[in-house]
Nanobody, 121 residues
Framework: QVQLVESGGDLVQPGGSLQLSCAASGRIFSVYVMAWYRQAPGKQRELVAT???????NYADSVKGRFTISGDNAKNTVYLQMNSLKPEDTAVYYCNAEVSTDSTGTRYSYWGQGTQVTVAS
């Protein structure tokens, strides 16, 4: 089994910054992709950013230039640095990892429990 544990969510004022962290642990053979999603009240879960094991990144248009995703392969950990936060960034942020648990290469998707980010004055 694989567990993802997120941390770093908080209440922050507009224009402020936060860094989220997500650590993957358990029966991990290899991590292929890690990502951050978010879900605001009454809305569907949306992709925020992804990072591959090789370091390639991708961002939603709404966060480009403000958010930065990074990873530490040795620790199976991904970070999301969020700057210039806006009220519309308020959501529960979820970590996702695409992982293989053995040498067969079969990939499985795992989710964290979510961490609340609230941007308000």
């Amino acid at each position: 089994q694989v567990q993802l544990v997120e941390s770093g969510g908080d209440l922050v004022q507009p224009g402020g910054s936060l860094q989220l962290s997500c650590a993957a642990s358990g029966r991990i053979f290899s991590v292929y992709v890690m990502a951050w999603y978010r879900q605001a009240p009454g809305k569907q879960r949306e992709l925020v950013a992804t990072i591959t094991r090789g370091g390639s990144t991708n961002y939603a248009d709404s966060v480009k230039g403000r958010f930065t995703i990074s990873g530490d392969n040795a620790k199976n950990t991904v970070y999301l640095q969020m700057n210039s936060l806006k009220p519309e960034d308020t959501a529960v942020y979820y970590c996702n990892a695409e992982v293989s648990t053995d040498s067969t290469g079969t990939r499985y998707s795992y989710w964290g429990q979510g961490t609340q980010v609230t941007v308000a004055s």
